[in-house]
């Protein structure tokens, strides 16, 4: 056994300070729907409630000077039965309770000594955890990779995801709630290949919980809670009950507090009326290769994965694991497609697809793992294709790297003309997001 495969915890430090590093000097920001997502926090730590009234905001609730961006509205807030509340989903907030409380202990915080909303603070706290979050998850995915793959190409798979996706130009860059999201979500596929590939049990209590709080955090996150529990009663009959009761469990109370809160079943980002459906195959087909939003043109190495898997699929030691990432990965699609705005208004890329990282890892991971099986008899093959995927993957690294490196991406969503106002721009091949370096 060489040094690379006899160390992996060396493997693992590597990954994490190389992504923590690039990820924390990586100069854009982008702090927007996240918003006042640590105001949250702190006022569950300093109040005991999600409610925002006991502080100063510009523009929603005085007359101090406005925000950092001329013109900005806090369209993250609203007003609720004449209380202030966060727009979206507070998963993100909750988890990041323990963060906030430290970064609150060496001064930086949210609001400033009077109450006033410090942007700032707020942005020093979500990029940073951010940062470690997804640093954190190029890890788990090293960890998921050695569970089939000698050291070097979990760490091949590992930092290709932390560079070469959506990890590195959106997650990364402010706490999105696909943030949190994917963490979760990384640690739900690990828990999975780790079940197969040692034989082990399931653990279905924490499963379901990690899979509820994806949830929380963004509802779209529903879908791979549904496959996975499909999956779980297929291939896990014993854990099925106790899997269920939790999930259930889960789903009860976030109902309950919901309606002490607002009076009503879910709120109002998680209602289903948000999905209309009236543009489908425009959306699915922007979602999958528009120039400026399009997942095979911002995460290329989603097509060497379908490759692999395609043609090794005889040789995948677990298909139905694979089958359920597959169809998680469809189902996830046909969601996006199912928002008016399924262009992500206001972001880099393929936004929207950011939840879907760790099901292409997994199935990344199950596909070289085919592909070295076959390769046993064709060695020549093998460096070809090895060739031409690491090809693919600096292509993927280069066009993320200009969403985290080059300020000036934020610039192409309102010029020359706003993507909300004018949608179709994200199909002009003139001037796509990821050549905005080139100007």
């Known amino acids: 056994m060489n040094w690379l495969d006899a160390k992996p915890s060396r493997w693992a430090s590597l990954v994490f300070l190389l992504t923590l590093f690039v990820y924390l000097a990586s100069p854009v920001r982008q702090v927007a ?40 509205v806090p369209y993250q807030l609203q007003r609720k039965q004449n209380h202030a509340y966060y727009v979206y989903p507070l998963g993100s907030s909750i988890l990041s309770l323990p963060y906030v409380a430290a970064m609150n202990l060496i001064g930086i915080a949210a609001v400033d000594a009077n109450g006033v909303f410090d942007f700032w ?24 990779g050695r569970l089939l793959l000698p050291a070097r190409y979990s760490a091949l ?11 590195w130009s959106t997650a990364s860059r402010g706490l999105w709630s696909d943030t949190w999201g994917i963490l979760l979500i990384g640690l739900v596929t690990w828990m999975l290949l780790d079940a197969q590939v040692n034989k082990r049990a399931l ?13 929380f955090v963004r509802p779209t996150y529903c879908v791979p809670a549904v496959t996975v529990s499909v999956y779980v009663l297929a291939t896990r009959p014993r854990d099925a009950l106790r899997f269920v009761l939790t999930g259930l469990a889960w789903l009860a109370a976030f109902v309950a507090w919901s309606w002490s809160l607002f009076r009503q079943l879910l709120p109002d980002y998680f209602q289903a009326s948000q999905l209309k459906f009236t543009t489908v195959g425009a959306g699915l087909a922007g979602t999958l290769f528009s120039p400026s939003r399009g997942l095979l043109i911002f995460v290329p190495a989603v097509a060497v994965v379908a490759y692999v898997l395609l043609r090794y699929r005889r040789d995948i030691a677990h298909p139905r694991l694979a089958a359920c990432a597959v169809v998680t990965i469809a189902l996830h699609l046909v969601v996006v497609a199912g928002f008016p705005a399924w262009y992500a208004g206001h972001c880099y890329g393929a936004r929207y697809t950011t939840g879907l990282v760790p099901w292409f890892v997994l199935l990344a991971i ?14 020549r093959a093998w460096r070809a294709e090895c060739a031409a995927a690491c090809s693919v993957l600096v292509l993927g690294v280069l066009v993320n790297a200009n969403g985290a490196l080059n300020k000036h991406t934020a610039e192409w969503n309102f010029k020359p003309v706003n993507i909300d106002a004018q949608p179709q721009r994200v199909w002009d091949w003139r001037d796509p997001q990821f050549l905005v370096w080139s100007r």
């Open 33 to 72: 729907d996240s918003n006042y997502s640590m105001l949250v926090s702190e006022s569950l730590l300093q109040h005991g409630t999600v409610r925002l009234d006991d502080y100063v905001i510009p523009r929603f609730n005085s007359d101090l000077p406005p925000q950092p961006f001329p013109g900005h």
């Open 121 to 144: 603070g707020e942005a020093k706290i979500e990029c940073s955890l951010a940062a470690l979050l997804m640093a954190t998850l190029a890890v788990i995915f090293l960890r998921m």
């Open 157 to 167: 798979i590992a930092l290709a995801a932390a560079f070469g996706t959506q990890m």
């Open 203 to 215: 653990r279905p209590v924490l499963l379901a919980t990690l899979l509820a709080w994806a949830y």
């Open 366 to 379: 199950l596909g070289v793992q085919a592909a070295r099986t076959a390769h046993l008899r064709r060695a």
